[in-house]
T-cell receptor
Framework: AQTVTQSQPEMSVQEAETVTLSCTYD???????LFWYKQPPSRQMILVIR??????QNATENRFSVNFQKAAKSFSLKISDSQLGDAAMYFC????????????FGQGTELSVKP | DAGITQSPRHKVTETGTPVTLRCHQT?????MYWYRQDPGHGLRLIHY???????DKGEVSDGYSVSRSKTEDFLLTLESATSSQTSVYFC????????????FGPGTRLLVL
């Protein structure tokens, strides 16, 4: 069975600085998808970025980018130029290419942004 | 996102009572999912559906049942609520292919006394 681990329960960053959130996963599959979701205090789950395992190029969405290391089974999220609105819980998630598309989530990392 | 609504948004109930949560989507997505969120566990899959009347169990399905009689509606039922089912419940939908991104509803906060 696949597992996802986020080893940093809490992180803090100064406004305008850069922060990296860690995620590791375990799988025997070769085709899969990885996601980062953001959950602000409103509880809404918001997709931040996604990565297809077959793509070697790291995904980027504006200030958000990932460092995908397939061999190491690592998928970290880098937030550049941090803003107060980035403060939230961040979840890393794994999705198999089969198995009904269900997501397997990590435990989450609570990010605070200091002004 | 994806026109997903959940009802009710908040509910307080007593142990032993039945509870039904509803998820409604307007995007005609084939796949629908129910997750629960608890501190320290992230989100965990309860049940999912891959079409009308087609459902399957997830990681934490004990004590829950689901039904899907129409593409747009996916119901989650707690037959006899217990305090361990106090949680926040999220519905999600996905497109027809395995790689489609899942979009989430706003969540339902359930308290079982």
């Amino acid at each position: 069975a696949q597992t996802v681990t986020q080893s940093q329960p809490e992180m803090s960053v100064q406004e305008a600085e850069t922060v990296t959130l860690s995620c590791t996963y375990d799988t025997s599959e070769s085709d899969y998808y990885l996601f980062w979701y953001k959950q602000p205090p409103s509880r809404q789950m918001i997709l931040v970025i996604r990565q297809e395992a077959y793509k070697q190029q790291n995904a980027t969405e504006n200030r958000f980018s990932v460092n995908f290391q397939k061999a190491a089974k690592s998928f970290s999220l880098k937030i550049s130029d941090s803003q107060l609105g980035d403060a939230a819980m961040y979840f890393c998630a794994y999705r198999s290419d089969n198995q009904g598309g269900k997501l397997i989530f990590g435990q989450g990392t609570e990010l605070s942004v200091k002004p | 996102d994806a026109g997903i609504t959940q009802s009710p948004r908040h509910k307080v109930t007593e142990t032993g009572t039945p509870v039904t949560l509803r998820c409604h989507q307007t995007e005609n997505h084939r796949y629908m999912y129910w997750y629960r969120q608890d501190p320290g566990h992230g989100l965990r899959l309860i049940h999912y559906s891959y079409g009308v009347k087609d459902t399957d169990k997830g990681e934490v399905s004990d004590g829950y049942s689901v039904s899907r009689s129409k593409t747009e509606d996916f119901l989650l039922t707690l037959e006899s609520a217990t305090s361990s089912q106090t949680s926040v419940y999220f519905c999600a939908t996905g497109g027809p292919s395995g790689g489609e991104t899942q979009y989430f509803g706003p969540g339902t906060r359930l308290l079982v006394l």
